[in-house]
């Protein structure tokens, strides 16, 4: 199994300009997340989605938008990207609470 | 609101010496408790949790917990560190119910020859 799987790997951005960071876990699970990790401030909740169909907000949620396509997928845009949005973007997805996260390995996105 | 403190950012340890990375949270029920590891340019790994079965949980390359309630703690250790165990490890608190856990600001382990 491939587990959570994250694209682009790499991103560099001009200020002002959108994207869209890609996530899909095959596990089946019902829950799925986006981190952002940035130094000295560990991971940070930006939106987070329960099941198909919901999603809500987390720590640091302005800037972004997300779309829960199917149980599979989870997408994090960028509508006009930011220097402070300059980070690492981490994906994860949970079957349930006790279990924990299976995460991706991450997309460093730039923003010039 | 539940907290996460990892005491020490940064822990030093020589090859073969113990590993003890400390965690500590508040929570008014027993949650579910977990240690996750990352290693550089990459995601983080589930490496242990506890959900309320033994309290000595043995997690992945020879790592344990030991989950004490009269100290609210979780902490990691290892009888003997291993140059491949150099990483970054963060705690991890989830309240029963909840689907967000609230994580440890993360403690970097450094082994020395």
């Known amino acids: 199994n491939a587990g959570v799987t994250q694209t682009p790997k790499f991103q560099v951005l001009k200020t002002g300009q959108s994207m869209t960071l890609q996530c899909a876990q095959d596990?089946?699970?019902?829950?799925m997340y986006w981190y952002r990790q940035d130094p000295g401030m560990g991971l940070r909740l930006i939106y987070y989605?329960?099941?198909?169909?919901?999603?809500d907000k987390g720590e640091v949620p302005n800037g972004y938008n997300v779309s829960r396509l199917n149980k599979r997928e989870f997408s994090l845009r960028l509508e006009s990207a930011a220097p402070s949005q300059t980070s690492v973007y981490f994906c994860?997805?949970?079957?349930?609470?006790?279990?924990?996260?299976?995460f991706g390995s991450g997309t460093r996105l730039t923003v010039v | 609101a539940q907290s996460v403190t990892q005491l020490g950012s940064h822990v030093s340890v020589s090859e073969g010496a113990l590993v003890l990375l400390r965690c500590n949270y508040s929570?008014?029920?027993?949650?579910?408790l977990f240690w996750y590891v990352q290693y550089p340019n990459q995601g983080l790994q589930l490496l242990l949790k506890?959900?309320?079965?033994?309290?000595l949980v043995k997690g992945i390359n020879g790592f344990e917990a030991e989950f004490k309630k009269s100290e609210t703690s979780f902490h990691l250790t290892k009888p003997s560190a291993h140059m491949s165990d150099a990483a970054e490890y963060f705690c991890?608190?989830?309240?029963?119910?909840?689907?967000?856990?609230?994580f440890g600001r993360g403690t970097s382990l450094i082994v020395h020859p």
């Open positions: 991890a608190v989830s309240e029963r119910g909840s689907y967000i856990p609230t």
């Open positions: 929570s008014s029920v027993p949650p579910y």
């Open positions: 596990m089946n699970h019902n829950s």
């Open positions: 506890y959900t309320s079965a033994a309290t």
């Open positions: 994860a997805s949970s079957p349930r609470t006790a279990d924990g996260y299976t």
């Open positions: 989605s329960a099941s198909e169909g919901t999603t």
